[in-house]
């Protein structure tokens, strides 16, 4: 299906339970990529999301799986059962006033059937975007593993360069995966810099 058929949406408070499917999904099919687990994962905890989702300063883009008739709502208007979401990322920025100008990139994932086709650039460059409305956003932070060099070169080819490595960041089932720490400047310093 060419990349043009999926097109990012802001998530809104009412999507809240189909991400948190999505969200188990990357968790048991890329535990090694995340910091965090199924069990207690704020991300799963449908009421959590639903406040979330609402503010203004956070967002989920996400892609919906394609459709057999690739109609949205059906012909008729009525509302069927929602698409299940086949890739998200999530956008936030510091709530601290010292880090407010920065924000952060976070639970990148494109499941495996849909992987090759573009859907993880779209759904990064979406949270972009949105960033760069946000006034007085200076940065956009992530953090990607060591052992997805994939996702590595993606975010270099979208301009966030790789400013350190925190070694054995993450474990799981007694393997460690490095975490490589990257940042995007979107506007020119002001000179205000140590």
């Given amino acids: 299906m060419p990349v043009d058929a999926f097109a990012p949406v802001r998530l809104r408070s009412r999507d809240a339970a189909r991400y948190a499917r999505?969200?188990?999904?990357?968790?048991?099919d890329a535990p090694w990529a995340f910091g965090a687990s199924p069990e207690g994962d704020k991300g799963l905890d449908v009421a959590h999301l639903t406040q979330a989702l609402a503010s203004k300063d956070y967002a989920i883009f996400a892609i919906d799986a394609p459709t057999p008739t690739g109609e949205w709502p059906d012909a008729a208007g009525e509302t069927r059962e929602e698409p299940e979401l086949i890739a998200a990322a999530g956008i936030m920025r510091a709530r601290s006033p010292k880090f407010a100008h920065r924000a952060a990139i976070w639970g990148v994932f494109v499941e495996p059937a849909y992987r090759g086709n573009g859907l993880g650039r779209a759904v990064v460059t979406a949270a972009i975007a949105l960033?760069?409305?946000?006034?007085?956003?200076?940065?956009v932070d992530l953090g990607a593993s060591g052992a997805a060099p994939e996702a590595q070169r993606l975010y270099e080819r979208l301009g966030f360069a790789a400013w350190g490595r925190q070694p054995e960041a993450t474990e799981h089932e007694g393997r460690r995966y490095d975490e490589i720490h990257m940042t995007l400047r979107l506007r020119p310093g002001d000179g205000r810099g140590v």
């Fill in 22 to 28: 999505l969200r188990l999904r990357m968790l048991l």
């Fill in 131 to 139: 960033v760069r409305t946000w006034p007085g956003v200076d940065y």
